[in-house]
Structures are given as C-alpha cells and as structure tokens.
C-alpha cells in the first residue's frame, strides 16, 4: 500500500542547533515532494518543493534533500530559533492527479531558547 | 501579499444539515483545492478543480460534497447533510498552474462542528 511517513515523536531542540526531520514514502514512483509549515489552527504554509531529479535544495536556513532510492528526504533547519517551533509537514504530488498533495502526518518542532 | 481568504472561519452545525463554506482563491490562480483535517490527524485531499470541472476527487468526496465556482472570484464547498464525521477543519488552497512544480496556498481554513 502507498504511505507517507513522518517521525511522529516531537523533536525539541535547542536553539541555535539543525533540526532534521525525516519524510519517508512507499509505492510513490517517481514523485516531487513539497514540504510545509504549519502552526496550531492554521493552514499549511508552502516551504520547499524538490523534484525527483534534485538530490538537494536550499533556502536561507532551510535545506531539503532526497533520496529516491531510498525513498526519503530529509529536512534540516539550521541556526534554529524558537520562531521555528511549529509542525512540518512533507507532501507527495504524485503524477497526473490532478494536484492532489498526499501529507504526512507532520513532525512537531519545538525549539528551546 | 495575496492570499486565500476563507468564510467563516467557525461554522456549528447540526447534523443532517446542509452548509456552505466559502473561499476566495488568489485572483491570478487558475486551480483550486479544498482539504480537510481532523483534529490531531493528517491532511486529507478532497478534490481540485480547474477551469469549471473537477480534475481530481478522493474517496471522501461522495455525492454529499460538491464544488461551485459561482462566480469570478468564489469558491465553494457544499455538505448537503452533515454527519458527525464531518466536524473537521476545512482548508481551501489555489495554485496559479496546476502541476507539481507549483506551490499551493492554503487559506486560514473553516473549523466545522457538526452537533
């Protein structure tokens, strides 16, 4: 079966230290993967996208990579600050769905002044 | 910066009820999504919609749900008879071209309760 997976435990940290956080996928082939913020009562806010064909990407203090061999992409904040504690989210954009973005259940950032 | 706006933002309802939760979608944006989340559980796809026709829909999106553009500007949500299962929060989102290299905006989404 298809499934997209995030580390469920929280991650607490403290600031100023990378964050990583893990997104794994199974029976998704090929596929772009977005990731997203988002905080307690809001909606998802876009934050990285990599396509199938990139191994990393970067913006500013955030850093995507992905595996498609290991089916994984992992997601590092760096010099992280406690403005950062949210919840990130991973989707899949599989192929000719129609846009349909496939979430995991989201990783919960807290970061510790 | 523009953004999608959602109505209202906290709807009650009861159950066997019809609602409509509305959404206006950034105004360039040519597809339109709505999602759903349970509390403490994922996001879940509902369908997308491009130029007057639904592109894609989940096996959520029964025959109680629908989707209008009634005009330029709106994007709506129908539940013609809410259930209990319903309760959820409702996020719309819009993209300016559908495709995987594209983001999507989510609006600040419509928290339903169904009573």
Redesign the interface.
């Known amino acids: 079966s298809q499934k997209i997976e995030q580390n469920s435990e929280a991650l607490n940290i403290q600031e100023g230290k990378t964050a990583t956080l893990t997104c794994n996928y199974t029976n998704y082939s090929p596929a772009?993967l977005?990731w997203?913020r988002?905080d307690p009562?809001?909606?998802?806010?876009?934050l990285l996208?990599i396509?199938e064909n990139e191994k990393e990407k970067r913006k500013e203090r955030l850093k995507v990579t992905f595996d498609t061999t290991l089916k994984q992409s992992l997601f590092h904040i760096t010099a992280s600050q406690p403005a950062d504690s949210a919840t990130y989210?991973c989707?899949l954009?599989p192929?000719n769905?129609?846009?349909?973005?496939?979430?995991?259940?989201?990783t919960e950032l807290s970061v510790k002044p | 910066e523009p953004e999608?706006t959602q109505t209202p933002s906290h709807q009650v309802t009861q159950m066997g009820q019809e609602v409509i939760l509305r959404c206006v979608p950034i105004s360039n944006h040519l597809?339109f999504?709505w999602?759903r989340q349970i509390l403490g559980?994922?996001?879940?796809?509902l369908v997308?919609f491009?130029n007057n026709e639904i592109?894609?829909k989940?096996e959520i999106f029964d025959d109680q749900f629908s989707v209008e553009r009634p005009d330029g500007s709106n994007f709506t949500l129908k539940i013609r008879s809410t259930k209990l299962e319903d309760s959820a929060?409702y996020?719309c989102?819009s993209?300016e071209v559908?495709?995987?290299?594209?983001?999507?905006?989510?609006?600040?989404?419509t928290?339903l309760t169904v009573t």
């Open positions: 772009y977005q997203y988002q009562g809001r909606g998802p806010v876009f996208l396509r989210l989707a954009l192929y769905q129609g846009g349909k973005l496939i979430f995991g259940q989201g | 999608v597809y999504y999602y559980q994922k996001v879940e796809f997308s491009y592109s894609e989940s929060m996020f989102a993209s559908g495709g995987r290299d594209y983001e999507q905006y989510f609006g600040p989404g928290r």
